[in-house]
């Protein structure tokens, strides 16, 4: 009954949002371990195909594209079409389209973000862009960063991708988009403003693809800072597993708490587990 006085009341909004449980998931430490994939997550996302649940994988780095997500997912033996991922590079692009149509944007960042940019009407050049964008790149040099720095003091506004400051290779960590805005950062004093993970923009700009609502849509995650911290900040079920980067002990130094704690996805069942609306309504 409650489910219908709701619905009608999203109708009335004209904001038709489906209701059905939907899932939003991290990649590493939740699908995969660097080249490997993680026991039972290929079986966990057979039961969303088969029950039909809108789901997107997330990822807060922007230097792929989707084509070449889904190719390295099918390497680990998961077969997604390219419309499952949503990057942080797809919400900088959401974001600039809703505050400010066909701006124009100096960017620093790969092909991933570049293609979204493009694809949203945004203006590359660097001539007083409104924006400075950063993101993951591999063409970062001393002449694209005095570059950055004079616009900013010019009047850009600065705008990150994502706030991580290191990514996983099989050697080490290397310098995400969190590290490589460090410098223009220190010498403008301008921090950016980051749109990945935590930031509840991602969440919701992700949700409005898959046309859901968020209290029957779920963050599976490994992190708490990102992650779960993002999932709660907008409205959603969030789902703590610790197949990647956090363990029990470090769940309890965190302010917030996710609503599940599970040892892997593969603990996770989409047909059964409740959502916090369908928690609060019992
Ligand atoms: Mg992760």
Same mark, same amino acid.
């Given at each position: 009954?409650?489910e ?8 009335r909004?004209g904001?038709a949002v489906?209701?059905?449980k ?8 939740v %699908?995969?371990? &660097?080249r490997?994939? *993680? ?5 966990f996302?057979?039961k969303? +195909?088969?029950g039909?649940f /809108?789901?997107?994988?997330?990822t ?9 997500l ?5 390497r680990?033996g ?18 600039l389209?809703y ?10 960042g790969?092909k991933?973000?570049?293609?979204e ?6 203006v ?7 924006y ?11 002449k694209?960063?005095v570059e950055?720095?004079?616009? %900013?003091?010019? &009047?850009?506004r600065? *705008?990150?991708?994502?706030?991580d400051?290191?990514?996983?290779? +099989?050697r080490g960590?290397v /310098?995400a ?11 403008t004093?301008?921090?950016p403003?980051f749109?990945?993970?935590p ?11 898959l046309?859901?609502h968020s209290?029957?849509c ?8 990102t992650?779960i911290?993002g999932?709660?900040?907008a409205g959603?079920?969030?789902?703590l597993?610790?197949?990647g980067?956090t ?10 708490r996710?609503d599940?704690v599970f040892?892997?996805i593969a603990?996770?069942d989409p047909r059964? %587990?409740l ?8």
């Amino acid at each position: 009954m409650a489910e219908k006085k709701d619905r009608n009341r999203y109708r009335r909004s004209g904001d038709a949002v489906s209701y059905k449980k939907s899932f939003l998931i991290d990649m590493d430490g939740v %699908i995969n371990r &660097g080249r490997a994939l *993680i026991p039972g997550a290929d079986a966990f996302l057979e039961k969303l +195909k088969k029950g039909r649940f /809108p789901y997107l994988f997330l990822t807060n780095n922007s230097y792929y594209t989707p084509a070449q997500l889904r190719e390295r997912m099918a390497r680990i033996g998961i077969e997604v079409t390219e419309d499952h991922f949503y990057t942080s590079a797809m919400a900088t692009a959401n974001f600039l389209d809703y505050q400010k149509p066909g701006c124009s944007a100096y960017v620093i960042g790969g092909k991933g973000l570049i293609a979204e940019l493009v694809k949203s009407g945004v203006v590359l050049t660097d001539t007083s862009p409104d924006y400075v964008i950063i993101g993951e790149t591999e063409e970062y040099d001393y002449k694209k960063i005095v570059e950055a720095t004079y616009l %900013i003091e010019e &009047g850009a506004r600065f *705008i990150a991708t994502n706030p991580d400051i290191t990514g996983p290779t +099989k050697r080490g960590v290397v /310098p995400a988009c969190g590290a490589l805005v460090a410098p223009i950062e220190k010498v403008t004093g301008v921090s950016p403003y980051f749109l990945g993970k935590p930031n509840p923009a991602m969440m919701y700009w992700a949700r409005k693809k898959l046309n859901v609502h968020s209290a029957n849509c779920f963050m599976i995650g490994d992190r708490m800072d990102t992650d779960i911290l993002g999932g709660l900040e907008a409205g959603m079920t969030c789902c703590l597993v610790l197949s990647g980067v956090t363990n029990l002990k470090m769940l309890q130094r965190f302010p917030y708490r996710p609503d599940y704690v599970f040892d892997s996805i593969a603990d996770i069942d989409p047909r059964t %587990i409740l959502s916090r609306r369908e928690r609060v309504d019992r």
